[in-house]
């Protein structure tokens, strides 16, 4: 084998040991965030009011959930780690380099005068490049510190009773997402007979008592046209003035007391009431 | 093949330029263009107006190069026989026997000057020669001298009265170099050395051989898979439906662009073709093989545009 082939093999092993590790770290950094928010949300919790039958103890589910999701996140974001063209990678780095050496590795197998003396020549330059300069060091070491910081956030978040959010808010908004928090309401049907009294509209009835009928006031949701609200005109049911009546007091809806107070009163006083009441309609 | 050749390479082409420099002002990039096409053992077209130093120019490099040089005039009545050479009588000891007395075509470099003046039936007696590399009179067969190279040129004006050469023709040249008019400075030059006493001359550099070796060395150099790949796409690009082209190049474009890239290479002293000498060699190898459609030929547009166009849009 040729000296720069071996000399970029030892390179490439190089650098590709160092994506693994930026590969570990990577997925170190997922796992920490996915795991902080399973504890946060109280995600075992959650998981113990589960019907589901689980064969082994639920507080191994979230940590290994975060496991899958850094392991799968961080190799989708490398991926390409295994595609990458070294060659290209190392020639843009090392301009003396550029076009030399994939000439020399598409050629590899292929010998004359030229070819050996390209060949020597990229070996030379090879001695110049080094993994640590195409994966640089200060890269690895910015990726460790930020794997680290997500590390100790998810051990203080673990630690922490404090950062957790309340079951009942998450259920709170759980509900509010789902739209389950109205069904789940059991209301208690008013009392018919409190209905119309003072307080008792408080009492929301269902069934209300109209001249000693008990009707039953649920809406029933609608079908066919009509029945949906948009499909409402807005001047479908506006009101109508009315033509002028003449008002009749005594026939009118006068409360109890002002009924018997008016009874009291003479032919004349009530004739007099009645045509004040008249006029002051006309107004 | 020796290492010598290949080691001294770089400090040969550079005393040819320095050596042909001596004779002609300028033209670097036609002189460079002749000296790939010499070494890629192939052939080359030059279209230039009259007096723009054709003629010195190849017989300053066929003395360069320490080869014999012969030039042939074409014209109408300029039979095959006048250049392939015919078979004399001849009194050998008061016998009569008949001799076989070679044409100007049996030298190393050939000046075929205005070869669209020569009639069809020349001019493919003239490209036999240069694709065979060898003359066949009678029943017996001449193989020409090694190296050998053509060096045709066209006159762009004047056109009455020529054949001008049928693009499977065409197709045998390696390149078609352009010769333009020199700048000012250079014209100031030429001037001031042509018009003394003093002639400029000029020295062999290198011999016969070495120039066999570097031919060999020319095929030798390297080259990476996807430079190969852009080349032969730049010749593909040509085939495609283009609205400028009525006709693309064929695969011995392919093969032409390389192998002079090669010879580029070798000259500007690199042992790799880079992805410039192909782009730099795409003109002259396409600039006689692609034939514009008559809408962009009547719009003026070259062949030199559309080439550049799809350089620019092939990967």
Do not use: W
């Not at chain 1, 550029?98 to 390209?118: F, H, P, V």
């Amino acid at each position: 084998m040729d000296e720069f082939l071996v000399k970029l093999q030892k390179l490439k092993s190089g650098i590709f040991s160092r994506m693994k590790l930026l590969f570990l770290l990577d997925m170190i950094a997922i796992f920490s965030i996915f795991y902080s928010i399973f504890i946060i949300i109280n995600m075992e919790y959650f998981l113990n009011k589960t019907t589901f039958y689980i064969p082994f103890p639920i507080s191994f589910i979230p940590p290994v959930l975060a496991l899958l999701f850094g392991a799968g996140i961080a190799f989708l974001l490398h991926r390409k780690d295994r595609k990458i063209n070294l060659y290209i990678l190392i020639e843009k780095k090392f301009s003396e380099l550029k076009e030399k050496l994939r000439t020399a590795y598409d050629n590899r197998d292929e010998s004359n005068i030229i070819l050996d003396a390209l060949k020597s020549e990229v070996s030379g330059g090879l001695d110049k490049v080094s993994s640590e300069q195409i994966l640089t060091t200060g890269n690895l070491i910015s990726r460790l510190v930020i794997t680290i910081i997500f590390l100790s956030g998810t051990v203080i978040i673990a630690q922490n009773p404090d950062t957790r959010i309340p079951v009942q808010t998450i259920e709170d908004l759980g509900n509010t997402l789902t739209g389950n928090g109205n069904n789940d309401i059991q209301e208690e049907p008013g009392d018919p007979e409190e209905f119309g009294k003072a307080g008792g509209i408080e009492t929301k009835p269902k069934i209300a008592s109209i001249e000693g009928k008990n009707i039953d006031l649920t809406i029933f949701p609608g079908y066919e046209q009509g029945y949906e609200l948009k499909d409402v005109s807005q001047t479908q049911n506006q009101f109508i003035k009315s033509a002028a009546f003449p008002v009749d007091i005594l026939g009118s809806n006068v409360s109890d007391g002002g009924y018997s107070l008016l009874m009291k009163k003479t032919e004349t006083e009530k004739q007099l009431i009645n045509k004040y009441a008249v006029e002051r309609s006309k107004i | 093949m020796s290492n010598e050749t290949y080691t001294s390479s770089n400090r040969i082409f550079k005393e040819l330029f320095d050596e042909i420099g001596k004779v002609i002002v300028g033209q670097r990039e036609a002189v460079e263009q002749i000296l790939i096409a010499i070494m890629c053992n192939s052939h080359a077209l030059v279209e230039s107006n009259p007096g723009l130093a054709k003629t010195l120019t190849i017989s300053t490099v066929s003395k360069a190069l320490d080869l014999k040089f012969s030039r042939i005039q074409c014209t109408p009545d300029l039979m095959p026989s006048d250049i392939t050479g015919t078979y004399i009588i001849e009194d050998i000891g008061g016998k009569k026997q008949f001799r076989f007395e070679a044409g100007p075509v049996f030298a190393n470099i050939v000046l075929a000057d205005e070869i669209n003046r020569a009639s069809p039936k020349t001019q493919s007696a003239m490209l036999e020669a240069m694709q065979e590399k060898q003359v066949t009179v009678g029943n017996k067969t001449y193989p020409l001298d090694k190296p050998f190279f053509v060096l045709a040129t066209q006159n762009p004006i004047e056109m009455e009265g020529t054949y001008p050469l049928p693009e499977a023709q065409l197709d045998r040249f390696l390149l078609k170099i352009l010769m333009d008019y020199p700048t000012r400075e250079d014209e100031n030059e030429i001037v001031n050395r042509y018009t003394k006493n003093i002639i400029p001359s000029v020295d062999k550099v290198i011999s016969k051989s070495e120039v066999l070796d570097l031919q060999k060395l020319t095929r030798d150099v390297p080259i990476a898979e996807d430079i190969k790949s852009r080349a032969i796409n730049i010749v593909i690009a040509t085939r495609a439906k283009n609205e400028n082209i009525e006709y693309g190049a064929s695969p011995r474009a392919s093969i032409g662009i390389i192998l002079a890239a090669k010879a580029r290479a070798l000259i500007k002293g690199r042992n790799y073709v880079s992805e410039e000498d192909i782009d730099a060699m795409a003109y002259p190898v396409l600039r006689h093989r692609v034939i514009l459609t008559f809408e962009s030929e009547r719009k003026g547009m070259t062949t030199d545009q559309v080439v550049a166009d799809i350089l620019k849009s092939v990967k």
